[in-house]
């Protein structure tokens, strides 16, 4: 079903292909719904909902028979829309998002109006979108579209197709004159945002889905990000200007941006949108929705620089949750459950591309757990990990109430163990713990909750603490006392305990804290606060015996502190606690603090 001008063109790039139509239909500029109306907070909570594009970008047999990515129709879309309602709606999913293709046939021929905006495809959408709008919205809902970056290509007309309420202005008036490509499949001319009619456009686009009565624009392709860099694809004014356009309809329209944002612009997407998403597609690509090796498990190492973005207004979005159709998923029980966890102690918006007419016990079952549910939805914060990234891993957060939400994750490929411990939470004594996923109460557990996990498994709990708060004792990695080798040096850091850091850790580069002093022998939850842009890893020692290597998840740039805590076993008096970069890269170290009872 591609056209020639696609053939060649990788899955994500027909993405985009499959992208920027906003279809005319039947209604040209109808008034914006609830205009002169204030808009209500969007994005007070992650939202919930379903998406095509995870069906539509499947192999699975049968998912799309009339060539790729033909799933998407009208049809369809009303069937998955008449399913949510039914199953899902009551535990609060109530977005129906429609995503790439609906204004291209099955040859990718795209449909424009008059005004170079996109079109319903008579084919995929013959009641045209503001139908299909009406349809969700009367089953109590809320509709979802989608555009890419820029101008598309074909939307172009020579550069003679007039703008709408915009005298005098045309598509040649609102690119810039070289004609460059924006958009993570340069499948757009880069629109400047220099020239007067430029905003014109972006203000029909909304003024249209507005009239249509649409709910959320998803807008894909947005750098930096998307795979590219540089200024051709810096679309932040891309951003602020459908923000605006967006604002001036007077309809509370959701802007989400897609896809793999770059972190360095996380003020620009928090400004001027409600969420954006942090990597990659979930999706394989393959015969399945999706694969754990694919994608799956990349989100544990990049989500944590990004959870201190995450709150009320706008959200880190870490894409589809496909865990209800089995099979199709592709991925095991408790892989199942362990996606499902990390997107909802990570605060992301939980959308599924799952064909909810045929959601299986289990699926069903994770995807409508009220008390997950409630976790991702409530004023919880995001966790992030209080451990390194090892295999076997603890992501926590403090809750308002004083308890924890607490997550166990195996990501080996065979069984193991994982615990977390109170001093690693920073009390000690007992805690009750509420087992999340089996609606089970553990009791009260003294010092720690350890758990043998299949690979790739997970546990979730809310802990709370009837102990009492750990005393720490810090040692500064810049101290005089310490000792520093290689490239090791100490640097400012307003951010760290003193304002002091000890960086340049790479290629041999070592920190040796000492020193020491425990009054017991015993291991140690020992905390390390550090700053990181990325992950990086570190073999850590104590008085000279063998390396543990650890690889401490990004703190999201070069400015914030994190902390993880690492189980060291130390001895009666003074100790030594070294830091070694051997042949790559460690983070930087700007303290640890030694509990001080083991």
């Known amino acids: 079903m591609r056209s020639s001008s696609y053939s060649a063109l990788p899955a994500r790039t027909l993405r985009a292909a499959v992208v920027l139509a906003l279809a005319a239909g039947a209604v040209t500029v109808a008034p914006a719904a609830h205009a002169g109306t204030t808009p209500p907070t969007l994005a007070a909570k992650p939202y919930l909902g379903w998406s095509s594009w995870s069906m539509q970008s499947s192999k699975y047999p049968g998912l799309n028979p009339d060539g790729d990515y033909s799933y998407l129709t009208e049809a369809n879309v009303t069937q998955q829309t008449d399913a949510l309602a039914a199953k899902l709606k009551k535990y609060g999913y109530d977005y129906v998002n429609i995503d790439a293709g609906w204004w291209r046939d099955t040859t990718w021929k795209p449909e424009y109006d008059q005004y170079g905006r996109q079109k319903a495809d008579p084919g995929r959408f013959p009641s045209g979108m503001k139908a299909v709008a009406d349809r969700i919205h009367a089953k109590g809902l809320k509709a979802g579209i989608y555009l890419p970056a820029g101008l598309e290509k074909e939307a172009y007309g020579d550069g003679k197709t007039p703008i709408w309420n915009a005298d005098g202005c045309t598509t040649a008036d609102i690119v810039y004159g070289d004609l460059r490509t924006t958009n993570g499949w340069d499948s757009s001319y880069k629109l400047d945002f220099s020239r007067p009619c430029t905003q014109k456009y972006i203000d029909s686009q909304a003024r249209l889905i507005a009239g249509w009565g649409y709910d959320f624009l998803k807008l894909d392709g947005v750098g930096p990000g998307s795979g590219k860099s540089g200024d051709q694809y810096d679309n932040v004014a891309d951003v602020a200007a459908w923000n605006?356009?967006?604002?001036?309809?007077?309809?509370?329209?959701h802007l989400e941006l897609s896809w793999s944002l770059d972190i360095g612009h996380a003020a620009d997407w928090k400004k001027y949108s409600n969420g954006w998403r942090i990597d990659t597609d979930v999706e394989c690509y393959c015969n399945t929705l999706v694969s754990w090796e694919n994608s799956v498990d990349d989100r544990w190492d990049d989500t944590p620089g990004w959870t201190k973005y995450a709150g009320p207004g706008g959200w880190n979005d870490l894409d589809s949750l496909d865990v209800g159709n089995g099979a199709m998923d592709g991925l095991t029980k408790a892989e199942r459950q362990s996606y499902a966890t990390l997107w909802a102690i990570a605060k992301s918006p939980l959308f599924t591309g799952d064909d909810l007419t045929r959601l299986d016990s289990y699926g069903l079952s994770l995807l409508t757990n009220k008390e997950v549910i409630a976790l991702n939805q409530g004023a919880t914060p995001p966790a992030r990990p209080i451990t390194p990234s090892d295999p076997q891993q603890v992501w926590a957060a403090k809750n308002p109430d004083g308890s924890y939400t607490v997550a166990l994750f195996n990501l080996a490929d065979s069984p193991a163990a994982a615990s977390a411990s109170w001093a690693s939470l920073g009390f000690t004594g007992t805690a009750s713990v509420r087992d999340l996923w089996n609606h089970e109460n553990l009791g009260s557990l003294k010092d720690k909750v350890t758990e043998a996990l299949p690979a790739h498994g997970s546990r979730l709990f809310t802990v709370t603490p009837h102990g009492s708060a750990l005393a720490f004792t810090g040692y500064e990695a810049e101290s005089s006392a310490n000792t520093l080798a290689g490239n090791a040096s100490v640097a400012d850091c307003s951010a760290c305990s003193g304002g002091r850091k000890v960086g340049n850790l790479y290629l041999g580069g070592k920190l040796t804290i000492n020193d020491v002093v425990v009054p017991?022998?015993?291991?140690?939850?020992?905390?390390?606060?550090?700053?990181?842009?990325?992950?990086?890893?570190?073999?850590?020692?104590?008085?000279?015996?063998?390396?543990t290597n650890h690889k401490f998840p990004s703190t999201g740039d070069w400015g914030t502190v994190e902390t993880v805590s690492v189980p060291l076993t130390l001895k009666a008096g003074s100790n030594t606690i070294t830091f070694d970069s051997g042949t790559g890269y460690a983070p930087d170290i700007d303290r640890i603090d030694i509990p001080k009872s083991s």
């Open 520 to 547: 017991k022998a015993g291991t140690y939850q020992v905390k390390i606060a550090y700053v990181s842009g990325d992950a990086r890893s570190a073999a850590v020692s104590v008085n000279g015996g063998g390396p």
């Open 244 to 253: 605006k356009a967006i604002t001036a309809t007077g309809r509370p329209i």
